[in-house]
Structure formats: C-alpha cells, structure tokens
C-alpha cells in the first residue's frame, strides 16, 4: 500500500509545518499542512509508525518530508534498542548470583559478532532499566536514543537517587543535546551537587594516572595519557604546540568567587568540561597563567561583546568569542572553536563604515560548517540578545544551537531551574500541550 497517495491523497502537494519535535528544530512556515507529516507527529515509535514508513516510497517525498521520515526512523530504531535491553535485563536478572552472570558481555558479543566493549555498552543500558526506568521509557518513546541513554545512566558518579533527579531535569533537553553534551551535563551536576565527593573521587582517580607509548607501523607511534584534566590540557596544548607558531594555550572559565574560596561553583575547562574547583584554583596559582577579564551578560551567562572595525578581529575580540562559543556553531559540532575558523554571520563589506567585526556578527566554525554556510546552501542567523545561532537547511528546516554559558554561577541557577520544573512536573504531571 502507498501510504502517500492511498490513505493521505494530496500529501506530497507543498510542503509542511512540522507540529511536533524537539524544540530546536522548526520547519520552515508553508501554506499548506501535509497530513503524512502530521502522522509521522501523531504514531509513536512501535511496529505501526514501522508499517506506515516501511509503506513509503521515498524517491516520491520532497527534501522536507525526506529528513522527517529518517528522524522517524531513527525514533523507530531507539524503541527497538529499549526492547533490546529489557531483553539484556532479564538475561542479567536470571544470571544474577552465579558464575554466568561476569561472562553475559561476552554471550551478547559471541552471538551479535561484536567486540566484548562494545557488548558492555549494551549491559550497562540495560542494567539501566531498573535502576533508572526513565531512561527506558524515553528511549522507548524516541527521546533519546542508545548512546543518549548510555550516557545519562554511566556518566558521572551520582548515586541512584541523586542520578534520577539530575536525569529528570535533563530528559526535558534531551532530544536536541548531543550525548557528549549530556555526559558534560551530568558531570556538571556530580561536581555541583556533591563538591567534596568529587574531590575525592578525583584524588583516588589521580593514583591511577599512566602514559604509554606504543609502536606503530611507518615509523609511527601511538602516544596514550590517563591524566588528571588540567595536567592533560596542558601536556596537550604543549603538544599541539610543536605544529603552531603560537605558545599552547589552556584555557579555563572560573568566577572570582570560587578562586577567592567563597564557593564551590564547577568551573569550565577548555576541551574539557566541568572541573572540580579545587583544580581550578590550582590552575590559577601557576605562575605562567595569564589571565583575561571576559564580562558575562549577569541572567544569561554568554559572554559580552569587544569590538572592531576591520576584518580581522583582534586578538582579544578572537579570544573572546572563543571562549564564549566553546566550539562550532553548527548545532551538535564539537570541534573546539579555538581550531575553528571566525565568520562573519552577515558577510563583510569593505564598503561600509559600520562596525562588523564585533562578537553579534561572529562565530565560530569548523572548516566543513563553514563550506556548508558558503557553498552548501545553509543559511545562519545569530540573535545578539540570547546568544542562539539559528541555521536554515536547504530542506527548510532550521535548527537552533543556544549559548554555551561560561559563567558557573548561570549555568548553576540552569541547573537548579532545572530540577524545579522536573519536580513540580512530577508532582503535577505533564502539562497539557
């Protein structure tokens, strides 16, 4: 059956505002809606919206309504893998106790042709369904998919109790973050909520550091650090150091409130994340470091402008949206933005005489995102006011990438806001729409 032409007639005439969604993604406004569309939002992920998007015939869909059947998909996918581990559970469950509980990995592996690490991937999700049965459910629901939920339920070191909490506050968010970004989120919460346990948790971790060098072919060589962070961003800027005509640079957003001891806010490390602020502290006792003011917008967290008149920035305006972009613009891109190039979001004209080189009209971006803005057919906005970078697919879909708050007292009030709205939504229950 034709799904298209048989049950929704006139679907493919125009395109389609899309109804539903993480919020970060809107399609582009259009005349008329399309119903395919508007099931697609309707059927949640489970062997119906399978039948319905097996019935296609993609070569008849347009752009638009091509990349909202793969997001469909991609949900359909996510509800399988949450079968999968309830599966993988009570495999665990009915070897619980005995010898052939260590070696389950192992069975997955054997029988899937995977490696032994990548099988553990799948226990840890699945031990998951009972500790953490929000995890599951937004898996089965097409929230989050494999990875996502491995993330919320493995990254950082937050007891049971407190990981629920967190991973309510976080659920909400979750469909348009990356799980890198979620794994920095929980980390985030585990330095915040419990400081002097971080400490010590890091302390114990820091016995176990090591660098090993092993041989490779070509007269080559693999070069592998477990390290405390601060010592690894600075053996990697010394490093990274050998190919550049600058000094290796480590860089590290901290209120002044926390290297005066007046609180244990996480600080944030380039490349990194969320650190203790114990290391922060250590870091700014060094006596190389040299230290920029950047100012922070006081309810946002974004960093504030500097500007200049000519094409290139400065080097104080090229540090300073460096460290407010922390990497590419591009929504779900994580290549630093200290490797990224610096654009110009309204293209510049020499002719002008108005100030365009300022931090409203610059981002940054990988060398690909910035191929995809000049010769890709994406279009890029950039909102002063919220920090948010907003991108135009070729599809029409558009994608918004929010600020990344440098300011550990925002991005603290963040996550307590948070916490408040999962908890009154616990208590009250979803709201209505």
Same mark, same amino acid.
């Given at each position: ?7 929704f ?14 919020p ?16 697609l ?10 039948? *319905?998007? #097996?019935?296609? @015939?993609?070569?008849? $869909?347009? %752009?638009?309504?091509?990349? +909202? !059947?793969? /997001? ?16 993988l ?43 953490l049965?929000?995890?599951?459910n ?10 996502? *939920?491995? #993330?919320?339920? @493995?990254?950082?070191? $937050?007891? %049971?109790?407190?990981?629920? +909490? !967190?991973? /309510?506050?976080?659920?909400p968010?979750a ?45 080559m ?43 244990d806010?996480?600080?944030i ?6 650190i ?5 502290r ?8 040299v230290?920029?003011r ?7 967290g ?7 008149r ?10 300073a ?19 990224s ?45 919220t ?11 558009r ?20 916490r ?14």
């Amino acid at each position: 059956m034709d799904l298209v032409s048989d049950v929704f007639p006139g679907a493919r005439e125009g395109a389609a505002v899309r109804t539903g969604g993480p919020p970060d993604v809107v399609a582009a406004a259009h005349a008329d809606d399309r119903p395919l569309l508007a099931l697609l939002d309707t059927l949640g992920p489970g062997p119906e919206l399978a039948s *319905a998007l #097996a019935s296609l @015939d993609e070569a008849e $869909l347009d %752009d638009f309504a091509v990349l +909202e !059947v793969l /997001a469909a998909w991609e949900r359909v996918a996510a509800w399988a893998q949450a079968g999968s581990a309830r599966v993988l559970a009570e495999m665990l469950e009915r070897t619980r106790g005995s010898s052939r509980h260590e070696f389950v990995a192992d069975a997955v592996a054997s029988r899937l042709g995977r490696t032994r690490q990548e099988a553990a991937q799948l226990v840890t999700v699945a031990h998951g369904t009972a500790r953490l049965p929000e995890v599951v459910n937004a898996l089965a629901s097409g929230v989050v998919d494999r990875r996502k *939920a491995e #993330a919320l339920i @493995d990254a950082g070191r $937050l007891p %049971d109790e407190r990981r629920r +909490e !967190v991973v /309510a506050s976080v659920l909400p968010d979750a469909e348009h973050l990356t799980a890198p970004q979620l794994r920095s989120r929980m980390r985030r919460a585990e330095i915040a909520i419990d400081p002097d346990g971080a400490q010590e948790r890091h302390e114990a971790s820091r016995a176990e550091r090591y660098v090993r060098l092993e041989p490779a072919d070509d007269a080559m060589a693999y070069l592998t650090a477990y390290l405390p962070a601060d010592a690894a961003a600075r053996a990697f800027a010394a490093v990274d150091d050998l190919g550049q005509a600058s000094r290796g640079v480590v860089r590290v957003s901290v209120a002044a409130s926390t290297l005066l001891g007046s609180d244990d806010l996480p600080a944030i490390l380039a490349g990194h994340g969320p650190i203790p602020a114990a290391m922060a502290r250590a870091l700014a006792s060094d006596p190389d470091a040299v230290w920029q003011r950047l100012f922070t917008d006081p309810s946002s967290g974004v960093l504030t402008d500097v500007s200049s008149r000519s094409y290139r920035p400065s080097e104080r305006l090229r540090a300073a949206v460096v460290a407010r972009d922390v990497t590419c613009t591009f929504p779900g891109c994580r290549v630093p933005a200290a490797s990224s190039d610096l654009d110009h979001v309204e293209p510049y004209d020499p002719g002008s005489d108005a100030v365009q080189t300022h931090g409203g009209n610059l981002h940054a971006l990988c060398r690909t995102h910035h191929r995809a803005k000049t010769v890709g057919g994406w279009r890029v906005a950039r909102d002063p006011s919220t920090g948010t970078t907003t991108w135009t697919a070729p599809t029409g879909h558009r994608f918004a990438r929010g600020p990344e708050p440098q300011d550990p007292r925002v991005a603290s009030r963040q996550d307590q806001r948070s916490r408040y709205r999962a908890a009154r939504q616990d208590r009250d229950g979803p709201p209505p729409f």
